[in-house]
């Protein structure tokens, strides 16, 4: 499994921002990336473009947990 971070756009606002999905590969990750943007973005995913592929990651067999959830 790898961590993707992608570049996007809000269309309809202007809004930029970046995103990161874990997947097996940048297929997948390309494929599952508008609709977790757009569901955090509150849009619909026809109003989301994703931009470049930024960063690719390794994930590792480490597991942090936040203060809220511990």
């Given at each position: 499994?790898?961590?993707?971070?992608?570049?996007y756009?809000?269309?309809?606002?202007?809004?930029?921002?970046?995103?990161?999905?874990?997947?097996?590969?940048?297929?997948?990750?390309?494929?599952?990336?508008?609709?977790?943007?757009?569901?955090i973005?509150?849009?619909?995913?026809?109003?989301?473009?994703?931009?470049?592929?930024?960063?690719?990651?390794?994930?590792?067999?480490?597991?942090?947990?936040?203060?809220?959830?511990?």
């Amino acid at each position: 499994m790898k961590r993707f971070l992608f570049a996007y756009r809000v269309v309809s606002t202007g809004t930029e921002g970046e995103f990161s999905v874990a997947m097996p590969d940048e297929e997948a990750a390309h494929k599952a990336i508008k609709a977790r943007v757009a569901d955090i973005e509150m849009t619909e995913e026809e109003d989301i473009e994703i931009g470049d592929l930024l960063k690719v990651l390794d994930l590792k067999d480490n597991y942090y947990e936040c203060e809220g959830c511990t």
